[in-house]
C-alpha cells in the first residue's frame, strides 16, 4: 500500500481537476477527477508540446477528464500521440476513447501481462489475482514501444524506459534531464507493489536504474514534481529496506504467513486497508525468497507460511 512520505504536507499541492496547468515550456498537467487514498489528489495527465501534442496518462475513464483534456489544445493544436505508462485503471482506460476523439495513436509497453516476470506469471496461474489499484484488462495499445526507443513528436522527443516493478508494462518516460516517472516514483507517497502485477525484485533494480542518471526533475503520476529525484529515489530504496528489516525480525521471531506479517508490522494501519498491507508484505516476502533469505512452506503462495534460511 502507499505509504505517506517523511514530513509530506498534502496542502502543498491540491489543483482543481480539469485545469491545464504550465509546468514548463510546452509542458502542462491536467489533473484528473479521481481522489482515493492510492490516487492521492487523482491522475496526473500531462500534455507535451507546442503544435503536435502527446498526452501521458489520459487516465480513468471520466467523460468530465476527456473533455478537459480536448478543451486544453489550444487553436493550431492537435494531439498525435497518446503514451501510456502502464495499465492500471486510473492510468488507461481513457486512452481508447481519447483515440476515437483525436485520431491518435496509443503507444504503450504492451498489454496488462507485457513484463510480467516469471515468478508473477506463475502466481497468477495458480490463481492469485491483482490488488490494489485496479487493472486495465482490456487495455491493448496500437504500437507497442520498447526499452530505449525514442518516440518523436513535432519538436520533443521522449526515451522510454522500461521500469517494471509496480507494473510489469510500466515505463518512465525521460525528456531531456526531466523523466515521468508515472507511478514507479512519487512524492507524495511510496509506491504500490501487489503480486501478482507488481514485483518488487523488479521495482528495486529499476530504481537503481533511474538512480544512475542525473536527472533534474521528475514528473509522477500523482502529486507534485519532485526537484530531488536522487534524494527521493534514495528514500523508496530505504523505505523498502527497512521494510524488509521489520519482516526479517519478525520471522526471526517465530515462522509467519504475509498476513500474520502484517497485522504485526502495520499497526496504525486501518482494519480497511490491512488487505493492502498484506500484498505488500506478501511482494517482499517473493523477493526474500528469490534470494534465498526466506523459504515458503509447501510452495510459494499468498496463504504460505515463511521462515528464516537458516
Not at 98 to 122: E, H, I, N, Y
Not at 169 to 175: C, K, T, V, Y
Not at 224 to 241: K, M, Q, S, T
Amino acid at each position: 500500500m502507499p505509504m505517506p512520505a517523511d514530513n509530506f504536507d498534502p496542502a502543498l499541492f491540491n489543483p482543481t481537476p480539469g485545469e491545464a496547468v504550465a509546468l514548463a515550456p510546452g509542458l502542462r498537467r491536467i489533473l484528473a477527477p479521481n481522489p482515493s487514498p492510492m490516487t492521492y489528489r487523482g491522475t496526473n495527465t500531462y500534455l507535451l508540446g507546442t503544435n503536435d501534442l502527446a498526452v501521458i496518462d489520459p487516465g480513468p475513464a471520466s467523460d468530465t477528464h476527456l473533455a478537459a483534456i480536448l478543451a486544453a489544445c489550444q487553436p493550431g493544436q492537435r494531439i498525435s500521440h497518446i503514451i501510456v505508462t502502464h495499465s492500471h485503471t486510473d492510468h488507461s482506460p481513457l486512452a481508447a476513447p481519447l483515440a476515437r476523439a483525436t485520431g491518435a495513436p496509443v503507444l504503450a509497453f504492451g498489454d496488462t501481462t507485457a513484463g510480467r516476470s516469471a515468478v508473477m506469471a506463475q502466481l497468477a496461474r495458480d490463481g492469485l489475482a491483482g490488488g490494489g489499484e485496479g487493472i486495465d484488462m482490456d487495455f491493448r495499445p496500437d504500437r507497442i514501444v520498447r526499452d530505449g526507443e525514442i518516440i518523436d513528436g513535432d519538436g520533443w522527443a521522449l526515451e522510454v524506459i522500461h521500469t517494471p516493478g509496480h507494473l510489469g508494462n510500466h515505463i518512465a518516460l525521460g525528456w531531456g534531464t526531466a523523466c515521468f516517472t508515472a507511478d514507479h516514483v512519487m512524492g507524495w507517497a511510496s509506491s504500490l507493489v501487489s503480486p501478482p502485477d507488481g514485483d518488487l525484485s523488479d521495482f528495486m533494480v529499476s530504481c537503481a536504474r533511474l538512480r544512475a542518471r542525473n536527472w533534474r526533475v521528475f514528473h509522477p503520476g500523482h502529486g507534485a514534481p519532485i526537484d530531488d529525484p536522487a534524494g527521493r529515489l534514495d528514500w523508496l530504496v530505504a523505505h523498502r529496506g527497512a521494510r524488509e528489516a521489520s519482516i526479517l525480525a519478525a520471522l526471526g521471531t517465530a515462522p509467519a504467513t504475509a498476513g500474520s506479517l502484517a497485522e504485526q508490522i502495520y499497526t496504525e494501519t486501518p482494519a480497511a486497508l490491512l488487505g493492502a498491507a498484506e500484498r505488500n508484505v506478501f511482494a517482499h516476502l517473493v523477493d526474500l525468497s528469490g534470494r534465498s533469505l526466506v523459504t515458503p512452506d509447501n510452495g510459494l503462495s499468498a496463504t504460505a507460511t515463511f521462515r528464516l534460511v537458516r
